[in-house]
């Protein structure tokens, strides 16, 4: 059974047996006699103590060893070196040569250990990351400033990859840190090596005439410094603003899109991810809000850092949104891969229906989406819009085209409906092109073409679409209603429109189906006609111009494009005419 004494080292309690703890107490004693009291030197005995704190700290063991004993000081002191170490070196006469020689044999030597990947406070131009990689790797930090500039300018991933590495990289704070930063042993011989060349550094400082030119060219390069700093304030508040702005309107962007999936709809919604089922849209609609959105959080939180000096992100956060923004990123390019594929194959599927012979077939459409009180259960059945109360904006779609073709004068009209879709195999884009409901009705002479056609059992948007073709007797008569215009292909809708007394106020248009195809049963308006109807609009147009016309004295006034004269003189006013030659 030991007695044990409770200490305080660097915040950190420690339990230690009564033995342990006289020799530890005897050390620190020699410590700070050999360093003395000065202002300087409190700073490396209390960077030796955190150093002996973490030493101990690494001896302890919950549960099993909570004790620091006698063996574990001794393994600390030895490690740490003794002050009878180097006391003789110094105390030798440096004005004997044998001395000299003897000094520098038992001068300490710095032990070199793993290095430790951290920020270098004392030569920074920002963060301290260059510095920090060049202790690292043994080079000079103006090779790794320099790489870091060309990644700027290729590509601009410097920036993004300097942001992180100073999230990620701690600082070296104390002296302990900054020793493990260069692969030195943080023992009791190199905090002494540390504390002379400050101490020889400082001494330097103040004497000499050179270092009095030099504390003045550190002055301007502070002053010019400082104003460079201020420049880059404002920038960081600049890009400290655009980067909070566009985190806002990503998230806002990011939420209406997800209504959207929820069935809270909005014009806000993405059209590429229309094409993903809603389990995979939402997924996908999350990695690429986090794919952007990391980068701009970790500049505006590294904006924060610079501008007001607050903690830096906890290292495990770090890692985790870097983490998190590699799945993002690898995310988005799987979701794209696996759409595009699902697109490869096309599957076309014919359907002929025959309609009755009519001495005038008429075609017009049908809004499906507006229904009559007295046709809409028919209408139902006839469109095949049972939709158990599903909102129909999210299973109708337009892209119908509608043509006509000619077939012998005694046979029998049809018309050939194909439905087209596209899927990763040649049997879903059959299946997807199956699932299109859309079909003309006949309705006496009329002939109805639904507005929309219909995407049956929750079918993606995989570029399906609808070809008609009326295939009708040469010499038939048809009427087409102004309504279908915009379905109609491979001819002029507009052109024969015009052939009527009404123009764009005409609702329908005549045709005849030749061998050719269809032609506009209206013959063309005569030439003459044109030419009278064109006159009327000039002479409509320069009476218009003689509205409001103020005619001053004594002056001859000629109507552009006419064969008038208004000649004024004194209070007469004199009109002439020329007749036109015939």
């Not at 959080?297 to 610079?306: P, S, T, Y």
């Amino acid at each position: 059974m030991n007695k044990t004494i409770i200490i305080n080292i660097n915040s950190i309690v420690f339990h230690i047996e009564e033995d342990a703890y006289d020799t530890l107490r005897s050390y620190m004693i020699d410590i700070k006699k050999h360093f003395g009291n000065t202002a300087e030197s409190k700073e490396i005995l209390e960077d030796i103590e955190n150093r002996i704190a973490e030493m101990f700290n690494e001896r302890i063991q919950t549960g099993r060893k909570e004790v620091i004993n006698l063996g574990d000081v001794q393994q600390v002191i030895e490690q740490m070196g003794s002050v009878s170490d180097f006391e003789e070196s110094e105390a030798a006469p440096a004005e004997e040569g044998f001395h000299d020689e003897q000094q520098t044999r038992q001068a300490p030597h710095v032990e070199y250990v793993g290095k430790k990947l951290m920020r270098d406070p004392d030569d920074k131009m920002l963060g301290g990351v260059c510095s920090g990689l060049a202790h690292y790797f043994g080079i000079e930090p103006v090779w790794i400033r320099i790489l870091l500039v060309l990644f700027v300018l290729i590509g601009g991933s410097g920036v993004l990859a300097y942001i992180i590495l100073w999230i990620v990289m701690p600082i070296a704070e104390t002296r302990a840190d900054k020793m493990a930063m260069r692969g030195e042993e943080p023992n009791l011989q190199n905090f002494k090596k540390s504390y002379d060349e400050k101490a020889k550094g400082f001494s330097e400082t103040l004497s000499g005439t050179g270092e009095r030119i030099g504390r003045g060219a550190r002055t301007a390069g502070n002053l010019v410094s400082g104003c460079l700093g201020l420049i880059g304030k404002m920038i960081a508040w600049i890009m400290l603003i655009f980067a909070g702005l566009n985190l806002l309107g990503l998230f806002i962007f990011y939420m209406f899109n997800m209504m959207n999936f929820f069935g809270l709809e909005n014009p806000m919604f993405f059209p590429p991810l229309k094409g993903l089922a809603t389990n995979d849209g939402i997924i996908a609609l999350t990695f690429g809000f986090l794919a952007i959105a990391i980068p701009f959080f970790a500049l505006f939180f590294w904006l924060i850092r610079v501008l007001f000096k607050t903690d830096k992100l906890n290292s495990y956060l770090s890692l985790t949104m870097f983490a998190v923004w590699i799945v993002s990123i690898v995310g988005i390019v799987y979701y794209c891969i696996a759409a595009s594929q699902d697109f490869r194959e096309e599957s076309t599927i014919n359907v002929q229906k025959y309609i009755q012979p009519q001495e005038i077939y008429y075609f017009t459409e049908k809004d499906i989406r507006v229904l009559d009180a007295n046709e809409q259960d028919s209408l139902k059945s006839k469109f095949n819009i049972q939709l158990d109360g599903q909102d129909l904006r999210n299973y109708l779609h337009r892209d119908i085209s509608i043509y006509f073709e000619s077939i012998d004068s005694l046979s029998q009209p049809y018309i050939q409906y194909s439905y087209s879709a596209k899927g990763r195999t040649y049997q879903l884009a059959s299946e997807r092109a199956d699932n299109i409901a859309y079909e003309g009705i006949q309705e006496d002479k009329t002939i109805l073409f639904p507005s929309h056609f219909l995407l049956k059992k929750n079918a993606l948007d995989r570029d399906q679409r609808v070809r008609v073709v009326v295939y009708l007797p040469q010499g038939a008569k048809v009427v087409l209603q102004r309504n279908i215009e915009s379905k109609i292909r491979d001819i002029s809708y507009w052109e024969c429109q015009n052939n009527y007394p009404n123009g764009s106020q005409q609702k329908y248009t005549e045709w005849t189906m030749s061998s050719t195809g269809l032609l506009c049963a209206q013959p063309p308006k005569p030439e003459k006609e044109e030419e009278q109807e064109e006159k009327e609009e000039v002479k409509s147009r320069r009476e218009a111009s003689l509205d409001n016309v103020t005619i001053k004295k004594d002056s001859v006034i000629r109507i552009d494009g006419s064969n008038v004269t208004i000649e004024v003189k004194d209070k007469n006013v004199k009109i002439n005419t020329k007749k036109e030659e015939s």
